[in-house]
Protein backbone atom coordinates (compact mmCIF):
# COMPACT_ATOMS: atom_id res chain seq x y z
CA UNK A 1 0.00 0.00 0.00
CA UNK A 2 0.98 3.29 -0.86
CA UNK A 3 -0.39 6.38 1.61
CA UNK A 4 1.12 9.19 -0.69
CA UNK A 5 1.18 10.55 -4.15
CA UNK A 6 4.76 9.57 -4.27
CA UNK A 7 5.79 5.87 -4.56
CA UNK A 8 6.57 4.92 -1.14
CA UNK A 9 5.08 1.36 -0.31
CA UNK A 10 4.50 -1.03 2.38
CA UNK A 11 3.86 -4.15 2.19
CA UNK A 12 0.59 -5.52 4.20
CA UNK A 13 -1.18 -8.67 5.59
CA UNK A 14 0.90 -11.80 4.61
CA UNK A 15 1.53 -13.59 1.19
CA UNK A 16 -1.56 -14.92 -0.31
CA UNK A 17 -3.17 -15.78 -3.88
CA UNK A 18 -4.30 -12.41 -4.42
CA UNK A 19 -6.73 -12.09 -7.31
CA UNK A 20 -7.94 -8.40 -7.30
CA UNK A 21 -8.26 -5.52 -5.05
CA UNK A 22 -10.46 -2.43 -4.77
CA UNK A 23 -10.97 0.96 -2.62
CA UNK A 24 -13.38 3.74 -2.03
CA UNK A 25 -12.64 7.16 -3.60
CA UNK A 26 -11.15 8.51 -0.43
CA UNK A 27 -9.06 5.05 0.24
CA UNK A 28 -9.95 4.58 3.73
CA UNK A 29 -11.77 1.19 2.60
CA UNK A 30 -10.35 -1.42 0.76
CA UNK A 31 -11.60 -4.75 -0.21
CA UNK A 32 -9.32 -7.81 -1.60
CA UNK A 33 -10.10 -10.90 -2.74
CA UNK A 34 -8.22 -14.32 -2.55
CA UNK A 35 -8.37 -17.47 -4.73
CA UNK A 36 -8.88 -20.49 -2.54
CA UNK A 37 -9.21 -18.28 0.53
CA UNK A 38 -11.74 -15.14 1.80
CA UNK A 39 -12.33 -11.83 1.05
CA UNK A 40 -10.40 -9.13 2.91
CA UNK A 41 -11.55 -6.19 4.30
CA UNK A 42 -9.84 -2.95 5.64
CA UNK A 43 -11.16 0.32 7.16
CA UNK A 44 -8.24 2.26 7.91
CA UNK A 45 -6.68 3.07 4.56
CA UNK A 46 -5.19 -0.52 4.37
CA UNK A 47 -3.34 -1.05 7.53
CA UNK A 48 -5.16 -3.84 8.88
CA UNK A 49 -7.45 -6.48 7.41
CA UNK A 50 -10.04 -9.13 8.48
CA UNK A 51 -10.85 -12.34 6.42
CA UNK A 52 -14.66 -11.76 5.81
CA UNK A 53 -17.24 -14.21 3.65
CA UNK A 54 -16.30 -18.07 3.29
CA UNK A 55 -13.89 -19.70 1.36
CA UNK A 56 -14.16 -19.71 -2.03
CA UNK A 57 -12.48 -19.29 -5.35
CA UNK A 58 -12.93 -15.65 -5.80
CA UNK A 59 -12.02 -14.12 -9.27
CA UNK A 60 -12.89 -10.35 -8.81
CA UNK A 61 -13.32 -8.32 -5.56
CA UNK A 62 -17.07 -8.84 -5.86
CA UNK A 63 -17.96 -12.45 -6.64
CA UNK A 64 -17.14 -15.56 -6.77
CA UNK A 65 -16.14 -18.39 -9.62
CA UNK A 66 -19.67 -18.80 -10.16
CA UNK A 67 -21.91 -16.82 -8.16
CA UNK A 68 -22.24 -12.85 -8.29
CA UNK A 69 -22.18 -11.44 -4.86
CA UNK A 70 -23.03 -7.59 -3.53
CA UNK A 71 -22.14 -5.75 -0.06
CA UNK A 72 -24.04 -2.65 0.88
CA UNK A 73 -22.24 -2.17 4.08
CA UNK A 74 -18.52 -1.89 3.31
CA UNK A 75 -18.10 -4.88 3.29
CA UNK A 76 -19.06 -6.36 6.05
CA UNK A 77 -22.39 -9.02 5.16
CA UNK A 78 -22.40 -10.23 1.38
CA UNK A 79 -25.34 -11.61 -0.31
CA UNK A 80 -25.82 -13.48 -3.51
CA UNK A 81 -27.67 -11.87 -6.23
CA UNK A 82 -27.89 -14.94 -9.04
CA UNK A 83 -29.44 -17.52 -7.92
CA UNK A 84 -28.35 -19.99 -10.89
CA UNK A 85 -24.11 -20.28 -10.92
CA UNK A 86 -22.93 -19.03 -13.80
CA UNK A 87 -19.64 -18.68 -15.32
CA UNK A 88 -18.90 -14.96 -14.59
CA UNK A 89 -15.80 -12.97 -15.79
CA UNK A 90 -15.99 -9.35 -14.88
CA UNK A 91 -18.31 -7.18 -12.70
CA UNK A 92 -18.69 -3.45 -12.02
CA UNK A 93 -20.98 -1.10 -10.29
CA UNK A 94 -21.80 2.87 -10.70
CA UNK A 95 -21.05 4.96 -8.12
CA UNK A 96 -24.14 4.88 -6.15
CA UNK A 97 -24.58 1.30 -6.77
CA UNK A 98 -28.21 1.71 -8.76
CA UNK A 99 -26.49 -0.03 -11.61
CA UNK A 100 -24.58 -3.48 -11.64
CA UNK A 101 -23.11 -5.00 -14.52
CA UNK A 102 -21.63 -8.34 -15.35
CA UNK A 103 -19.72 -9.87 -17.94
CA UNK A 104 -19.90 -14.13 -18.94
CA UNK A 105 -17.27 -16.06 -19.88
CA UNK A 106 -17.88 -16.69 -23.77
CA UNK A 107 -21.32 -14.51 -23.87
CA UNK A 108 -23.07 -11.39 -23.17
CA UNK A 109 -22.59 -8.54 -20.90
CA UNK A 110 -26.15 -8.57 -18.76
CA UNK A 111 -27.31 -5.63 -16.18
CA UNK A 112 -29.09 -5.35 -13.26
CA UNK A 113 -30.98 -1.94 -11.72
CA UNK A 114 -33.61 -2.92 -9.86
CA UNK A 115 -33.13 -2.12 -6.11
CA UNK A 116 -32.49 -5.54 -4.64
CA UNK A 117 -30.29 -6.31 -8.21
CA UNK A 118 -31.68 -10.17 -8.50
CA UNK A 119 -32.82 -9.25 -12.00
CA UNK A 120 -30.47 -9.55 -14.67
CA UNK A 121 -31.23 -8.61 -18.00
CA UNK A 122 -29.18 -9.09 -21.19
CA UNK A 123 -27.67 -6.01 -22.89
CA UNK A 124 -25.31 -7.15 -25.67
CA UNK A 125 -27.00 -9.16 -28.50
CA UNK A 126 -24.52 -9.21 -31.76
CA UNK A 127 -21.90 -11.48 -31.10
CA UNK A 128 -20.38 -13.65 -28.16
CA UNK A 129 -17.41 -12.53 -26.31
CA UNK A 130 -14.74 -13.97 -23.19
CA UNK A 131 -15.31 -10.55 -21.12
CA UNK A 132 -11.85 -9.56 -19.43
CA UNK A 133 -13.01 -6.61 -17.88
CA UNK A 134 -15.72 -4.38 -17.67
CA UNK A 135 -16.37 -0.54 -16.31
CA UNK A 136 -19.13 2.01 -16.04
CA UNK A 137 -19.21 5.93 -15.45
CA UNK A 138 -20.49 7.29 -12.21
CA UNK A 139 -23.84 8.11 -13.18
CA UNK A 140 -23.86 4.54 -15.45
CA UNK A 141 -24.41 5.96 -18.57
CA UNK A 142 -21.45 5.22 -20.52
CA UNK A 143 -20.11 1.47 -19.99
CA UNK A 144 -16.74 0.16 -21.46
CA UNK A 145 -15.74 -3.37 -21.60
CA UNK A 146 -12.92 -5.33 -23.12
CA UNK A 147 -12.24 -9.38 -24.37
CA UNK A 148 -9.89 -11.80 -25.06
CA UNK A 149 -9.12 -11.03 -28.59
CA UNK A 150 -11.53 -8.62 -30.06
CA UNK A 151 -11.70 -4.81 -29.77
CA UNK A 152 -13.18 -2.47 -27.31
CA UNK A 153 -16.75 -2.27 -26.71
CA UNK A 154 -18.62 0.67 -25.62
CA UNK A 155 -22.10 1.59 -24.47
CA UNK A 156 -23.06 5.91 -24.26
CA UNK A 157 -26.71 4.81 -23.34
CA UNK A 158 -26.90 2.23 -20.29
CA UNK A 159 -25.82 -0.89 -22.41
CA UNK A 160 -28.65 -0.36 -24.89
CA UNK A 161 -26.67 -0.10 -27.86
CA UNK A 162 -22.68 -0.68 -28.52
CA UNK A 163 -19.96 0.19 -30.60
CA UNK A 164 -16.26 -1.83 -31.09
CA UNK A 165 -13.47 0.72 -30.79
CA UNK A 166 -9.72 0.32 -31.41
CA UNK A 167 -8.26 -3.04 -32.37
CA UNK A 168 -8.15 -6.97 -32.26
CA UNK A 169 -6.37 -7.29 -28.97
CA UNK A 170 -5.61 -9.63 -25.95
CA UNK A 171 -7.52 -6.72 -23.55
CA UNK A 172 -6.76 -7.68 -20.31
CA UNK A 173 -8.37 -4.53 -17.90
CA UNK A 174 -9.78 -0.88 -18.54
CA UNK A 175 -10.38 2.12 -16.52
CA UNK A 176 -12.74 5.05 -16.59
CA UNK A 177 -13.00 8.31 -15.36
CA UNK A 178 -16.03 9.31 -13.22
CA UNK A 179 -17.34 11.50 -16.20
CA UNK A 180 -16.81 8.75 -19.23
CA UNK A 181 -14.35 11.00 -21.17
CA UNK A 182 -11.30 9.56 -20.03
CA UNK A 183 -11.00 5.83 -20.86
CA UNK A 184 -7.56 3.64 -20.29
CA UNK A 185 -7.11 -0.13 -21.48
CA UNK A 186 -4.00 -2.40 -21.11
CA UNK A 187 -3.22 -5.37 -23.42
CA UNK A 188 -0.99 -8.31 -22.96
CA UNK A 189 2.07 -7.97 -25.16
CA UNK A 190 0.66 -4.79 -26.08
CA UNK A 191 0.88 -0.99 -24.78
CA UNK A 192 -1.25 1.33 -22.55
CA UNK A 193 -4.09 2.63 -24.59
CA UNK A 194 -5.40 5.79 -23.24
CA UNK A 195 -8.97 7.96 -24.98
CA UNK A 196 -9.50 10.90 -23.92
CA UNK A 197 -12.52 11.46 -25.85
CA UNK A 198 -14.94 8.73 -24.54
CA UNK A 199 -12.94 6.16 -26.48
CA UNK A 200 -13.52 7.76 -29.77
CA UNK A 201 -9.96 8.09 -30.61
CA UNK A 202 -6.75 6.15 -29.09
CA UNK A 203 -3.05 6.92 -28.26
CA UNK A 204 -0.49 3.97 -27.69
CA UNK A 205 1.43 4.54 -24.09
CA UNK A 206 4.90 3.52 -22.68
CA UNK A 207 5.95 0.75 -24.69
CA UNK A 208 5.45 -3.04 -25.43
CA UNK A 209 4.56 -4.70 -21.90
CA UNK A 210 2.51 -7.94 -20.58
CA UNK A 211 0.26 -5.80 -19.03
CA UNK A 212 -2.50 -7.28 -17.00
CA UNK A 213 -4.01 -4.39 -15.20
CA UNK A 214 -4.81 -0.68 -15.13
CA UNK A 215 -6.80 1.89 -12.70
CA UNK A 216 -7.40 5.26 -12.61
CA UNK A 217 -8.45 8.45 -10.55
CA UNK A 218 -12.49 9.82 -10.54
CA UNK A 219 -11.10 12.66 -12.46
CA UNK A 220 -8.56 10.35 -14.91
CA UNK A 221 -5.15 12.63 -14.21
CA UNK A 222 -3.61 9.74 -11.85
CA UNK A 223 -3.32 6.12 -13.49
CA UNK A 224 -1.76 3.02 -11.97
CA UNK A 225 -1.01 0.13 -14.50
CA UNK A 226 1.00 -3.62 -13.65
CA UNK A 227 2.72 -5.68 -15.75
CA UNK A 228 3.41 -9.65 -15.59
CA UNK A 229 6.69 -10.55 -15.32
CA UNK A 230 8.10 -10.65 -19.31
Avoid at 104 to 117: A, F, P, R
Wanted: with cysteine; charged share 15%; glycine share 8%.
Amino acid sequence: VSQSRYPNWIARDQIRNWVSICMSDNGLYMCAAEYGGYIYFSSNYGNSWINVEQIRNWSDVKMSSNVIYASYDYGANWYALTTMPSKWSCIASSYYGNLFLAGYENDYIYVSTDTSHNIWTQKTTSTIQSWSDIKVSGDGSKIVAVTNGNKIFISNDNGNNWTSQESIRTWKKVAISYDGTIIAAVAFGGYIYVSYDGGNNWIARDQIRNWVSICMSDNGLYMCAYRDWE
